[in-house]
T-cell receptor
Framework: NAGVTQTPKFQVLKTGQSMTLQCAQD?????MSWYRQDPGMGLRLIHY???????DQGEVPNGYNVSRSTTEDFPLRLLSAAPSQTSVYFC??????????????FGPGTRLTVL | GDSVTQMEGPVTLSEEAFLTINCTYT??????LFWYVQYPGEGLQLLLK?????DKGSNKGFEATYRKETTSFHLEKGSVQVSDSAVYFC???????????FGTGTRLTIIP
């Protein structure tokens, strides 16, 4: 099992550019989510999905879009990058509800810099 | 809403010292509590967890006890090693809800 994979590992964008951060998992987890990590702020939830075709907003969704066409993939789109979106982005997945251990599995992260 | 308050860092200790990182929480319902660890350049990984009051989670010499009366889940280790240097996050997950609420993280550095 590869677990949760994320690409790219690093990315530099100019203000106004768009891009997609890729996330995939091979554990058949229903729940997937995106977080951003900023110094002194911990991890903040951007968007999440409880299954294919279902997505919802988290704590800081503005400027980001997601879709979930398959169980395995959950890409995060930056529509028009801004310097405030400079951060480290983590994708995570888990089983739903009381299934499994309740543990969320995290990818290695994407470090994004917006100039 | 749910929230987690963690001890401010950074924390610097000498090898073999005793470690405590404080964590308190506010939640409706009956949350599960977690400690995640992030080593340099990596994603988060689960260190330990507890799912109900008075449960003790333990792993790699770390322990934390779910204290409902004080709404706390403090992380402890009796003798830290240089390899324990990392950022530690306390988190909660409410019953029937997959969302994790994180504390701000505590950076721990162990010096030889």
């Amino acid at each position: 099992n590869a677990g949760v994979t994320q690409t790219p590992k690093f990315q530099v964008l100019k203000t106004g550019q768009s891009m997609t951060l890729q996330c995939a998992q091979d554990m058949n987890h229903e729940y997937m989510s995106w977080y951003r990590q900023d110094p002194g702020m911990g991890l903040r939830l951007i968007h999440y999905s409880v299954g294919a075709g279902i997505t919802d907003q988290g704590e800081v969704p503005n400027g980001y879009n997601v879709s979930r066409s398959t169980t395995e993939d959950f890409p995060l789109r930056l529509l028009s990058a801004a310097p405030s979106q400079t951060s480290v982005y983590f994708c995570a997945s888990s089983y739903r509800g009381t299934s499994g251990s309740g543990e969320q599995f995290f990818g290695p992260g994407t470090r994004l810099t917006v100039l | 809403g749910d929230s987690v308050t963690q001890m401010e860092g950074p924390v610097t200790l000498s090898e073999e010292a005793f470690l405590t990182i404080n964590c308190t929480y506010t939640a409706t319902g009956y949350p599960s509590l977690f400690w995640y660890v992030q080593y340099p350049g990596e994603g988060l990984q689960l260190l330990l967890k507890a799912t109900k009051a008075d449960d003790k989670g333990s792993n790699k010499g770390f322990e934390a006890t779910y204290r409902k009366e004080t709404t706390s889940f403090h992380l402890e280790k009796g003798s830290v090693q240089v390899s324990d240097s990392a950022v530690y996050f306390c988190a909660l997950r409410n019953f029937g809800n997959e969302k994790l609420t994180f504390g701000t993280g505590t950076r721990l550095t162990i010096i030889p």
